[in-house]
């Protein structure tokens, strides 16, 4: 009997998700609900580019094109590079655009005896409770819902988009209190490029956060305003930005892409001589750290800004903070085309902004919110169960309690793939979409549920130690190899991909190490 596998989302994950579940012998479906490929790279901005470096962001079977020679593509290159998989394997066809899910129910066994399960599915098999998956899907053309089954379920709906995350504001200090206008950064980035740049010129603006949305948005407003009004950057905390990937002639990855860089850090699962041998290289760990930091203060003058971060370089790669400065970003700055101003808390008022501890507004004309996406809401409202919605999102001091950063233990027959970060989404995508497809095709089988919760702790307790106060929920970033190997040992691989002992140390690794043989 031909299983039903449904993917939702056609942006890199649902992608890779297609692909590879065709790979092993299954039809999937597609639901997306835009009317092309690409997820977020479908609408950004007009200077957006690629932030990782070309050669870790590309799949392993389908290498960038010879004609694309930038280290850091645009965001129409990385479409195209996206289309272009798509119609090399085949994928469109397995694609039902403007499809919008609204919502998952799971129809299987009742609740009670799903909480009495010991293994994943009552088996610990992909389809080992016999349920199936209600899928209700609006057609955005036609206007008309309809119902579809599938036996197992892979979520691909992204974590930095359709939820915008707005700042709360105590009363009478929200926006309605501001005569000019306030949009996030999502509406903006939804505007043609012509619209958008007439939208923001003659305006003062703006801009609060200080990640890459904010970055990019920052530099479109003093473009279009140069020479008439400077556009001002709120931001809460300093952060390490990159220009380059060669602090002081040294590839960045030979620091922290490789398994020399992985010995220094505590790694989840790890036994008693790696632990001891990461504490004994800790005063290693401190110096790459520095080393990166003393290249990024002399290069971008941060201390003639006052743009010193009070966390280590390591705290913002294992947070997954990590954003590529626009070129000449600090040059506008010291030109006073682009101000900053550190506001941990501010309020608006008829003239503009006001930040706490201030009497004195900053008068404005428009504001965009560049505060980033609620993602685990977005996640948790897509269920109908309300049990399941507290199982995927757990403890709110907590990250997302995935197993492999991909099940939930007690969900069944459903996967998440895209949610938890890297230094790059779509390599990290396409090993955990090679897991998922080999767990499906019965390959391995998984741990009991109380295991499969005990891991999900551990690398919780590692994204804590290392992130520190800036820790965001489900980042793999300082351990990508290490990762990677718990993946590779499931599905029977073996996890040195290099040639050697030096090689195996010494060499970053990236995603042709994983190419299919």
């Known amino acids: 009997m031909e299983r039903k596998v449904g993917i939702i989302g056609a942006g890199i994950s649902g992608l890779l998700a297609c692909k590879y579940t065709l790979s092993q012998g299954y039809t999937p479906v597609v639901f997306e609900s835009r009317s092309s490929i690409g997820g977020v790279w479908t609408k950004t901005l007009e200077t957006t580019k690629l932030q990782t470096p070309k050669p870790i962001f590309q799949f392993s079977d389908f290498p960038w094109p010879s004609s694309v020679v930038e280290d850091f593509p645009s965001h129409s290159q990385v479409l195209d590079y996206l289309q272009s998989y798509a119609h090399h394997f085949g994928l469109l066809r397995h694609i039902k655009f403007n499809s919008k899910v609204l919502s998952i129910a799971y129809e299987g066994p009742p609740e009670e005896e799903m909480q009495a399960w010991e293994l994943w599915g009552g088996a610990g098999e992909p389809f080992g409770s016999k349920g199936k998956w209600n899928l209700t899907v609006n057609d955005t053309h036609n206007l008309s819902t309809e119902v579809y089954q599938v036996d197992f379920l892979i979520l691909c709906i992204g974590r930095f ?45 703006t801009v609060v956060g200080f990640q890459k949305h904010a970055l990019d948005i920052a530099m479109e407003c003093s473009t279009a305003n140069v020479g008439e009004h400077p556009c001002r950057v709120l931001y809460k905390t300093e952060h390490w ?10 590839p960045l990855a030979y620091l922290y892409l490789n398994r020399f860089s992985e010995l220094l850090i505590h790694k989840p699962g790890e036994g008693f001589l790696l632990s001891l041998l990461a504490t004994i290289l800790s005063p290693v760990r401190w110096g790459f750290s520095k080393f990166v930091e003393s290249y990024i203060k002399r290069k971008l003058s941060l201390e003639k800004f006052g743009m010193v971060p009070k966390h280590s370089f390591l705290n913002e790669i294992s947070s997954c903070l990590i954003s590529t400065l626009p ?11 682009i101000l900053l101003k550190k506001a941990p808390k501010f309020g608006f008022c008829k003239e503009g902004i006001v930040v706490d501890g201030e009497s004195t507004p900053l008068e404005t004309d428009f504001v965009i919110l560049a505060t980033g996406f609620k993602g685990d809401e977005k996640l948790k409202d897509i269920f109908v169960s309300p049990t399941f919605r507290d199982y995927i999102i757990g403890s709110p001091t907590a990250s997302l309690p995935l197993y492999r950063e991909c099940i939930h233990p007690r969900i069944p027959q459903l996967a998440v793939i895209g949610f938890s970060e890297s230094v790059s989404n779509l390599y990290t995508s396409e090993m955990r979409c090679r897991w998922v497809a080999e767990l499906l095709d019965g390959k391995f089988k998984l741990p009991s549920i109380k295991e499969m919760e005990k891991d999900a ?48 140390l010494f060499e970053p690794y990236g995603p042709m190490d994983y190419c299919p043989s």
């Not at 930005?241 to 040294?250: F, I």
């Not at 070129?327 to 085309?337: C, I, L, M, N, T």
């Not at 990508?480 to 040195?496: A, F, R, V």
Request: charged letters at 30%.
């Open 327 to 337: 070129e000449g970003f600090y040059d506008r700055v010291e030109k006073g085309s």
């Open 161 to 205: 988009s359709d939820v915008p995350n707005i700042p709360e504001f105590p009363a009478g200090k929200g926006p309605e209190m501001f005569h000019g206008k306030v949009i996030h950064s999502m509406e903006y980035a939804a505007m043609d490029f012509e619209r958008a740049a007439e939208f923001i010129k003659g305006k003062r603006t």
């Open 457 to 504: 702790e551990r690398w919780d307790k590692y994204m804590k130690q290392y992130s520190g106060e800036y820790y965001r929920r489900s980042c793999i970033g300082a351990v990508h190899i290490w990762y990677n190997d718990q993946l590779c040992k499931d599905m029977g691989w073996n996890p040195k991909r290099k040639k050697g002992f030096i090689p195996e």
């Open 241 to 250: 930005t990159v220009t380059d990937y060669q602090p002081w002639g040294v």
